[in-house]
Every structure is written in C-alpha cells, then in structure tokens.
C-alpha cells in the first residue's frame, strides 16, 4: 500500500518478489489495486522449486517418493505455507492421481524452519526455494526442480516433466518467486523520460563487469530481461498461482 500511494514520479522504486505476495494481497486480501497498476522492469532473479531429500531419509529418488506418496500416510513432507511450493507439490500428486491425504504434509511460516526441519529429519523430503536454500546442501540430495531445464548449478536435479515422463504426465512450470524492481505504471504515462531514463540506467548497471562479477560472488539475481519479458514472467506465475491457489482449500 504505502508503494502504491507515492506519487508516479521515480523517486520511489520498488524491489520485491510480485508472485507470489502480489497474489495474496489482490485476490485473498482485496487489496485497492492491481497488477496494471505496476510495471515490472526486469525480472533480476527468477528462483526455482527443488525438491530435496536428508540424507538420512527413507526414500532417496523421485520414484521412491512417487511409490510413498501411493501409501496414504507413508511420507511425510515440509512446505512453506501456501508458497509456490505448497502449490507445485499438490499438483504434482493431482496430475499423478495420488490423493493430497496420503502425503502428512507439514507447513511452515517461513524457510528457516521448513529448512530445519529438513535437515533435522523431522520429515522425510521437502520443497524449498533453491535459491536462497544453498546453506543446507551438504545435508541433503537434491532430487526435483520444477523448471523447464536442468539448473546448471544443480545438475542432480531432475526438471520436473523429465522426471513424470514415464508416469506419462506433465505440469505447468510455476516458479519459486519472481524478483523484480517495480515502478507505478503511471511513471511511465506521466514522466515517459524518466521512465525511460531508470530503464536504460538500471540496465547498464545490470549488465556492467563490476554488477555482474560482485552479483556472482555475492550469490544474487543478475539477469537482464527487460520490462516485456519481466512483465511477461510475472503475469503467467501470477495466472498459475491464482488457477491452482484452490489446490490449498
């Protein structure tokens, strides 16, 4: 709210994952706005669902979590609650014709505890963010990531229509998050200059040697794609989380 109350000037830009928080404040908390209300500049950093397993637990491979979820009541498993995790999971075992009861799903405010709980062996595999999740990689196999191709810097994750191909399903891709700068529509309407001005400058900070080598080290989002494809991005996961938010009820 207190965003979408500046005045359309560009002196107030916004930095924040739109999908999912976009979603609950639109569509759950009938918030005084909508998605045209805002343009997504670019879409830095687009994080990725993975599916990961402790070390220690009972089921080590896709197939042996797809043979437990069978069983009701066999697996269990940690989510953040009502995340783009929570989500993809549910409609993996509907498109399989698994029923949500026979997973014991946990749920978690946050990713610290679902994390923890992980790790702790508390359940027996979990969805988390991927980005943002590399502190527990030592403690855990990486099984799943919902994404069209295989995440180069996980390439023991399987994408995750690769890995239903021979249950002769697929699924929609719905990302983690999608992190993006945010300026009010009507900047571009009232100040077309500046609009145009922010663009042009963000983008050759993105794209600089120094912003894409202290980016890398640092582990944080430093694609360019621009407000088309960003905008683009954003409204399909928003489509997706809105279609398949009843998956929760």
């Known amino acids: 709210m207190y965003f979408h109350n500046q005045p359309a000037d560009g002196y107030t830009v ?16 009938n918030a005084p706005f909508k998605l045209d209300d805002f343009i997504f500049v670019n879409a830095q950093e687009v994080a990725q669902s993975l599916m990961v397993v402790p070390k220690g637990s009972q089921v080590q491979s896709f197939d042996e979590i797809i ?11 940690a989510v953040i609650t009502g995340s783009s995790e929570h989500i993809s999971l549910l409609l993996m075992m509907e498109k399989l ?23 702790g062996g508390q359940v027996d595999f979990g969805m988390v963010p991927g980005q943002g999740s590399e ?15 295989t995440n ?23 990302d983690s998050s999608v992190r993006s700068m945010v300026v009010l529509a009507k900047l571009k ?4 200059d500046r609009y145009q001005k922010f663009v042009d400058t963000y983008k050759s900070v993105v794209e600089s040697e120094e912003y894409q080598a202290s980016a890398k080290e640092g582990n944080y989002g430093r694609d360019w794609r621009g407000p088309e494809a960003s ?18 009820e």
Do not use: C
């Open 14 to 29: 916004m930095f924040i994952p739109p999908t999912p928080y976009f979603v609950n404040h639109i569509e759950v908390m």
């Open 67 to 77: 043979e437990g979820l069978k069983e009701p009541g066999k697996l269990s498993a």
């Open 97 to 119: 014709g698994i029923p949500s009861e026979n997973l014991r799903l946990v749920t978690y405010d946050g990713g610290g505890p679902t994390r923890t709980a992980i790790i």
């Open 135 to 149: 502190v527990i990689f030592d403690q855990v196999n990486k099984i799943m990531v919902v994404a069209d191709e």
């Open 152 to 174: 180069p810097d996980w390439p023991d994750a399987t994408p995750i229509n690769e890995a239903l191909k021979s249950y002769g399903v697929e699924m929609p891709i719905l």
């Open 189 to 192: 309407e009232e100040y077309p």
């Open 231 to 248: 905008t683009e991005l954003v409204k399909r996961n928003y489509g997706l989380l809105v279609e398949y938010s009843r998956l929760l």
